[in-house]
C-alpha cells in the first residue's frame, strides 16, 4: 500500500495501490489494517461476529473496488482462450465466472468470456495484475465511479420489504374471474365518466 501524495488524485494520506503493479493478495490476516496509520481500513467493515461475540477478520468483504472488463480488447471476446484474470481470482467461480458461449464465427469453437459479479468483487486487482494484454482490459476502479444506483421511487418487487411500501399506495387489484370479465370492464363506457 502507499499513501496518496499530492497530484495523486486522492486526498493526501489516502492508503491505496496501483494493482497492475502490485494486487492486493487478500490475505486473511490482513496485515495493513493493523499498521494502516489513518484508519481508512475499518475493522469493523472487514469483519465476522460470531455466536460468542467474537470479531474475526474476512477478507472477502473487502471492498476496495470492483473489477470492470473491457471486452472490446480482452483476448476472451475477440475469441482466443485466455482464462488468465478468471484463474487469478481469489473468490474463483464467484467474482469472476466464465460464460460459455457458441463462437458464430467460426460455428466450431467456443467462447469463454469472463463475467465480474459486482456483488462478491472486492476489487484486490489480481484480475488486472494477471491480465496478459498490453494495456489491462480488466482494471479496478472505485465502486462509486462504476456502478449506478436505483432511485428510492422504483419498487422492487423481488425484494420482500421492499414490496411492503406497495400497500400504503393505491392501485387496481383486478378481482374479475375471467380475461372476458376483464374486457368488458376495461371497454366499459360508464369508465369514462369517472
Not at 19 to 42: E, F, G, K, Q
Not at 84 to 98: E, F, G, K, S
Request: with cysteine; aromatic share 6%.
Amino acid at each position: 500500500l502507499k499513501l496518496a501524495e499530492p497530484g495523486d488524485d486522492l486526498p493526501v494520506g489516502t492508503p491505496y495501490f496501483i494493482p497492475r503493479d502490485i494486487p492486493c493478495y487478500m490475505c486473511t490476516d490482513i496485515p495493513c489494517v493493523v499498521n494502516c496509520p489513518t484508519d481508512a481500513l475499518s475493522e469493523p467493515l472487514i469483519s465476522d461476529i460470531d455466536e460468542s461475540e467474537k470479531s474475526t477478520y474476512n477478507i472477502n468483504k473487502a471492498e476496495m473496488g470492483v473489477a470492470v472488463l473491457d471486452t472490446k480488447n480482452c483476448l476472451a471476446y475477440l475469441g482466443i482462450r485466455c482464462e488468465a484474470c478468471y484463474r487469478a481470482c481469489p473468490l474463483l467461480d464467484d467474482a469472476i465466472t466464465i460464460e460459455y458461449e457458441r463462437n458464430e464465427r467460426t460455428g466450431k469453437h467456443a467462447l469463454l468470456k469472463p463475467i465480474v459479479n459486482v456483488d462478491s468483487c472486492t476489487g484486490c486487482g489480481m484480475c488486472e495484475h494477471a491480465c496478459i494484454t498490453e494495456k489491462a482490459a480488466i482494471f479496478v476502479l472505485p465502486k462509486e465511479k462504476v456502478l449506478g444506483r436505483l432511485k428510492t421511487d422504483y419498487i422492487k418487487g423481488w425484494e420482500e420489504k421492499d414490496e411492503q411500501r406497495i400497500d400504503t399506495t393505491n392501485y387496481y387489484k383486478d378481482n374479475l374471474k375471467t380475461d372476458q370479465q376483464t374486457l368488458d370492464y376495461l371497454n366499459n363506457t360508464d369508465l369514462i365518466d369517472e
